[in-house]
């Protein structure tokens, strides 16, 4: 049974990934996408839950399929989504000495070369949004042969990395270690990064990095050298993952916490200076990409339910903005009151840094429900923390999303892109309903085992 289950499982996942490969276009099948990727998703979501017995995939078998459901959209074009050509096109300019915020690509002419990814930049009168970390993966990835298959080679390499790191925080969680498969073979992931090349994966690693040498170990004593070091490092690593994509920012608090109060000026000093080591370099020209963020800040929205919902009631999109921020700021603070209060109730090592995990786990969540621009790779962002605490509105989020890409259909088509607000409500409340059916089930089950006890007694 043990056997059988560690082949089948892969081999499910395998078959099903591969029917998308055999679309010509993926924006043209978006109908199979969410249908394969629910499918998935409810595997998933089982084997989480029901913990499958006997199954011990071992860490080989989770990378290797992660690799092989990868390596089967390596070689198609991105269909779902364009910002890999301006992930090139800035790789490129900052290999040839050109600082990628000077200019708009618009401004410029290309050379041949590169006229063709030139002509498939989205947004190409504004100067790139993407920090310079997120630059230096660009330009690393530019260097394979300035191709959209060079580039994500280095992403997929970049994110198998990733599935390894969620091991090592599960080892330390003591955790079971095949529950990394709920990211590694998780459909968003490949579709997100194998597929499209988004660059997230990259963050997501030095975040999950600096999260792996923060988090303490049960009946360790380490040196002060090792200590600072690990610190200094996990600062560092922090940093770099907010120059990748500023996302991470919303978990710095939780990462203050958890840094001993006597290194936590040693940690702040090297997140401050490694943000000043990457950033500097790209000055004078690196406030035009504040100005890029300012514009899609006030102007962008995609999927935000909870911003049109709140337009709506309002009649103005920037008093809605400052609701669901607001908002988010609220849930935040009362998810570090929580932490920090659990935390002091909790002496026990790996009880205390499954809080931690559980906290960023849920602050991700708050903000994706209340973001006025929900993009399906931005959930990438809930997918990384799903191996430690799979609870069903993250596992229904995480496949859900997928659902937004019905405006592909008709842009493709008609070159219209229309949003249907019923998909944004759906992706909302699809994950809502489901957390809060589970805290229902909870409480119903502690009621039953309470009820048990009284008999009992």
């Avoid at 990378?63 to 050509?85: C, E, G, H, K, T």
């Avoid at 000077?102 to 498939?120: L, N």
């Avoid at 109730?345 to 708050?366: D, F, G, H, K, L």
């Amino acid at each position: 049974m043990k056997k059988s289950i560690e082949i089948l499982l892969p081999l499910i996942f395998l078959t099903v990934c591969l029917l998308l490969t055999f679309q010509e276009d993926l924006r043209l099948a978006v109908p199979l996408l969410i249908g394969v990727t629910a499918f998935l998703a409810v595997l998933l979501a089982l084997i989480a839950h029901y913990e499958v017995p006997n199954i011990n995939l071992k860490p080989v078998t989770i990378i290797v399929v992660a690799l092989l459901l990868r390596l089967m959209f390596l070689l198609q074009p991105p269909q779902l989504s364009d910002d890999i050509y301006r992930y090139l096109w800035d790789g490129t300019e900052l290999l040839k000495g050109i600082n990628p915020y000077a200019y708009a690509p618009s401004r410029v002419t290309p050379p041949v070369e590169m006229q063709k990814i030139h002509a498939q930049i989205n947004h190409p009168k504004y100067v790139t949004i993407y920090p310079p970390a997120a630059q230096l993966v660009f330009a690393a990835g530019a260097t394979l042969g300035g191709t959209v298959t060079g580039l994500k080679t280095l992403l997929i390499a970049i994110d198998l990395f990733l599935c390894w790191l969620l091991m090592m925080v599960l080892k330390q969680l003591e955790m079971p270690v095949w529950h990394a498969v709920l990211y590694a073979w998780n459909p968003l992931p490949v579709i997100e990064i194998a597929s499209s090349g988004h660059v997230d994966g990259a963050g997501l690693a030095m975040l999950t990095g600096a999260l792996l040498l923060l988090l303490p170990k049960r009946d360790c004593c380490p040196t002060p050298v090792k200590n600072i070091m690990s610190i200094m490092l996990s600062g560092a690593l922090l940093a770099g993952a907010v120059l990748v994509k500023l996302l991470p920012l919303i978990l710095f608090p939780i990462f203050f916490i958890l840094v001993p109060g006597n290194r936590r000026l040693l940690f702040i000093s090297t997140f401050i200076a490694t943000l000043a080591a990457l950033a500097l370099p790209f000055i004078p020209d690196l406030p035009n990409m504040l100005t890029s963020l300012k514009v899609y800040a006030y102007n962008w929205e995609f999927a935000g339910f909870a911003f049109s919902t709140m337009r709506t009631l309002t009649g103005s999109g920037s008093l809605a903005r400052m609701i669901v921020l607001g908002t988010f700021l609220i849930i935040s603070l009362a998810v570090l009151v929580r932490l920090q209060r659990s935390l002091q109730n909790s002496p026990e090592t790996v009880e205390r840094n499954r809080i931690i995990i559980s906290a960023c786990y849920a602050t991700v969540m708050a903000f994706l429900l209340l973001t006025p621009t929900l993009q399906p790779w931005y959930v990438l962002f809930l997918a990384v923390f799903l191996p430690y605490c799979a609870g069903p509105a993250g596992m229904v989020l995480c496949w859900a999303v997928f659902l937004t890409y019905q405006v592909q259909i008709d842009y493709f088509i008609l070159g219209k892109w229309l949003e249907n607000p019923l998909v944004s409500a759906a992706v909302f409340l699809a994950p809502v309903t489901a957390g809060i059916l589970a805290l229902l089930c909870k409480r119903q089950c502690c009621k039953g085992e309470a009820l048990d006890l009284e008999q009992f007694n």
